[in-house]
C-alpha cells in the first residue's frame, strides 16, 4: 500500500510540473521591489560656511550641501509643528524611562528565580525579596498574556467588522493599556 500512495504521489507531482511548464509566460514580476514614502521636496543647491578654525586653506571655505524645500506646506507644518518636535519625542522618552528599569526588574527577577530553581528549590535571599520576584514575574507574565489577548481581539474585530471598527481605535487602545497597567498594578 505504501508503494502505490508513493506511485501516485509521484505521479501528481510530475503532473502538476508538467502542466506547469506549459502554462509559464514570459512574466516578470514588478513587485519585488518596494516603493517607499517620503516628503517630496525641491533639491536647492547651498553653499555654507566652515566654522572658524576649521581650514588652513582659504579656497576650501565652503561646503557644498543641499537644502530641501518641501512643496507642500502641510508637510512643512506638520515636520514644525508640537506634534512631531514635543508630544512624539515626549512619548519616546517616557516609554525609555518606564521600560528600562521595568526590564531591568524582570531580568532581576528572572535570574533570582532562576538560581531559587537550581539551588534545589530553596530560597536565601528572604521573605521580602521572594515577594516581589514573585510578583515582578507574575505580573510580567499577566501583563504580556494580556497584551497579546488585547491584540488578538483586535485584530478579530478588525477582520469581522473591516473598516467600522476603525472609528474607536484610539479609545480601545488608551483603555487596553489602562487595563493592563492596572492588572500589572495590582498584582
Not at 19 to 36: C, E, L, V
Not at 122 to 130: K, L, N, P, R, S
Not at 146 to 169: P, Q, W
Request: one cysteine or more; a positive charge.
Amino acid at each position: 500500500m505504501g508503494k502505490v500512495f508513493l506511485f501516485v504521489l509521484i505521479t501528481f507531482i510530475l503532473l502538476n510540473a508538467i502542466q506547469a511548464k506549459g502554462k509559464r509566460k514570459n512574466k516578470r514580476n514588478i513587485t519585488a521591489m518596494a516603493i517607499p514614502r517620503f516628503f517630496t521636496g525641491i533639491a536647492n543647491p547651498v553653499n555654507l560656511p566652515l566654522p572658524p578654525n576649521q581650514t588652513t586653506d582659504p579656497q576650501a571655505c565652503v561646503i557644498p550641501s543641499v537644502e530641501v524645500e518641501l512643496r507642500s506646506n502641510n508637510t512643512a507644518k506638520y515636520l514644525r509643528g508640537p506634534l512631531s518636535k514635543g508630544f512624539i519625542p515626549a512619548v519616546y522618552i517616557i516609554a525609555i524611562v518606564v521600560g528600562i528599569p521595568a526590564n531591568i526588574a524582570i531580568l532581576v527577577a528572572v535570574g533570582a528565580k532562576t538560581h531559587y530553581h537550581l539551588n534545589g528549590n530553596h530560597w536565601i535571599f528572604g521573605e521580602t525579596a521572594c515577594r516581589i520576584t514573585t510578583a515582578c514575574f507574575y505580573g510580567n507574565l499577566y501583563c504580556s498574556t494580556f497584551t497579546l489577548a488585547f491584540i488578538s481581539i483586535k485584530r478579530y474585530i478588525a477582520v469581522r467588522y473591516g473598516s467600522a471598527s476603525l472609528r474607536d481605535h484610539v479609545q480601545d487602545c488608551r483603555n487596553q493599556t489602562l487595563l493592563s497597567w492596572t492588572q500589572r498594578t495590582c498584582a
